[in-house]
């Protein structure tokens, strides 16, 4: 139903308001918020720059060959040392910079140690930045498993997406998958209530 209502001001200009009949009812709506992973590539690019800084000061470094090497496009970190234990020496002093830069270690992949020319290693790191296909459905799995009323997650790409009536179950699903252990750092972003 569509009531109109005309009304005349000072100007003698006319105006009309169109009133509805169902406006002030609300329409339902989920509330919904994303699942991803990441890390910020310019704070994973400050950490190895302070890892290379901290390299050329330290003692146990000095005299050695040690390089790092961060391709944005790759999301990887390339290591060379002399020896095991100094790409061991190497890997904690990385991890350490980026545990205070915040970057989460736990999407850090360790690759293989690589034997180079005489005693050198090399390894390569890789950094996940989205949520892999596996882990995602081991996440909606989890979310259907665990009993939640009207709670409905979907697989966007490398995110993971859960809806819900209420914002409540969204914060109860939010303090759920924080406690369990997909074996990379999960993030909570683009709330929509």
Same mark, same amino acid.
């Given at each position: 139903? /569509?009531?109109?209502?005309?009304?005349?001001?000072?100007?003698?200009?006319?105006?009309?308001?169109?009133?509805?009949?169902?406006?002030?009812?609300?329409?339902? @709506?989920?509330? @919904?918020?994303?699942?991803?992973?990441? *890390?910020? =590539?310019?704070?994973?690019?400050?950490?190895?720059?302070?890892? =290379?800084?901290?390299?050329?000061?330290?003692?146990?470094?000095?005299?050695?060959?040690?390089?790092?090497?961060?391709?944005? /496009?790759?999301?990887?970190?390339?290591?060379? *040392?002399?020896?095991?234990?100094?790409?061991? *020496?190497?890997?904690?002093? /990385?991890?350490?910079?980026?545990?205070?830069?915040?970057?989460?270690?736990?999407?850090?992949?360790?690759?293989?140690?690589?034997?180079?020319?005489?005693?050198?290693?090399?390894?390569?790191?890789? =950094?996940?930045?989205?949520?892999?296909?596996?882990?995602?459905?081991?996440?909606?799995? *989890?979310?259907?498993?665990?009993?939640?009323?009207?709670?409905?997650? @979907?697989?966007?790409?490398?995110?993971?997406?859960?809806?819900?009536? @209420?914002?409540?179950?969204?914060?109860?699903?939010?303090?759920? =998958?924080?406690?369990?252990?997909?074996?990379?750092? /999960?993030?909570?972003?683009?709330?929509?209530?």
């Amino acid at each position: 139903m /569509l009531l109109t209502h005309r009304q005349g001001n000072s100007s003698g200009v006319n105006t009309i308001t169109h009133l509805s009949r169902f406006a002030s009812t609300p329409m339902a @709506s989920n509330a @919904s918020f994303d699942v991803s992973t990441g *890390a910020d =590539l310019q704070e994973v690019d400050n950490a190895v720059n302070q890892t =290379l800084k901290e390299v050329a000061q330290r003692y146990d470094f000095k005299g050695t060959h040690c390089t790092v090497d961060f391709d944005r /496009l790759k999301a990887e970190i390339r290591l060379s *040392a002399d020896d095991e234990f100094r790409m061991d *020496a190497l890997v904690d002093v /990385l991890k350490t910079k980026m545990i205070k830069r915040g970057v989460p270690v736990k999407n850090l992949k360790l690759g293989d140690l690589e034997q180079a020319t005489g005693q050198s290693v090399r390894r390569t790191l890789a =950094l996940t930045q989205g949520i892999p296909h596996d882990v995602s459905k081991q996440i909606t799995k *989890a979310v259907k498993d665990s009993g939640f009323k009207k709670v409905q997650t @979907s697989i966007q790409g490398d995110e993971v997406r859960v809806t819900a009536p @209420s914002r409540d179950e969204l914060q109860a699903v939010i303090a759920f =998958l924080k406690g369990q252990d997909f074996e990379i750092e /999960l993030k909570f972003g683009n709330y929509r209530g």
